[in-house]
């Protein structure tokens, strides 16, 4: 089945540096990723499409500037927290879809990011 | 704008016992609606999707029911096991995905 792995599952990182979070689909190509955070006992809520080989879409209030998303290759799409803040602590979890939408979406396993 | 409503209380259920999870939507009814399974610190995994037009789908101990009139659809686990115990999402499907906040279902012995 499809897999998408997602790397480090856990980061603290010091206020002002930036973090950067992998996501690969280790078996199949993905034109599309997406990344979603979570905040405790609340939903996923979408932050931004990664296109490969173009610029990602933002979800309106999501700063594109701070979340920098990179989506080289059909394999893999990063996401860097640029100088970030004991706010930004968060889930960040990407998904990919394998077959198209209506087969349903495989996420990673998720980044549990920590800013002291 | 769209919304989910999931019963955000736990449920807890006795092992072997039929676990029915609830999903209320507002607004349009979306062209299918998904369930996804999440457990503490992971990511959702995939489980069933049923598309407007199905009124019921079904996968070894799970069933999932979707009636556009009242705007819902009911999660079905027969025969539950702790392994079942998780959280439950309810994620409907329009130009990007929206998730409920989940039902954390719990089975015990």
């Known amino acids: 089945g499809a897999v998408v792995s997602q790397h480090p599952s856990w980061v603290i990182c010091k206020s002002g540096t930036s973090v950067k979070i992998e996501c690969r689909s280790l078996?199949?190509?993905?034109?599309?990723m997406f990344w979603y955070r979570q905040f405790p006992k609340q939903s996923l809520m979408l932050m931004a499409t990664?296109?490969?080989?173009?610029?990602?879409?933002?979800e309106q209030g999501v700063e594109k500037d701070k979340f920098l998303i990179n989506h080289a290759s059909l394999t893999l799409s990063t996401l860097t927290v640029t100088s970030a803040h004991p706010e930004d602590s968060s889930f960040y979890i990407c998904?990919?879809?394998?077959?198209?939408?209506?087969?349903?979406?495989?996420f990673g396993s998720g980044t549990r990011l920590t800013v002291v | 704008s769209q919304k989910i409503e999931q019963n955000s209380e736990a449920l807890n259920i006795q092992e072997g016992k039929t676990a029915t999870l609830t999903c209320n939507y507002t607004?349009?009814?979306?062209?299918?609606l998904q369930w996804y399974r999440q457990d503490p610190g992971r990511g959702p995994v995939f489980l069933l999707l049923?598309?407007?037009?199905?009124k019921e789908k079904r996968k070894e101990r799970l069933k999932v029911t979707f009636d556009t009139t009242l705007k819902q659809s009911l999660f079905h686990i027969t025969a539950s096991q702790p392994a079942d115990s998780a959280t439950y999402l309810c994620?409907?499907?329009?130009?990007?995905?929206?998730f409920g906040t989940g039902t954390r279902l719990q089975v015990f012995p």
């Open positions: 998904s990919a879809s394998y077959q198209g939408a209506d087969y349903g979406y495989t």
């Open positions: 078996d199949f190509q993905a034109t599309t």
């Open positions: 990664s296109n490969e080989g173009s610029k990602a879409t933002y």
């Open positions: 607004n349009y009814s979306p062209a299918y």
């Open positions: 049923i598309r407007e037009n199905e």
């Open positions: 994620v409907l499907n329009t130009d990007k995905l929206i």
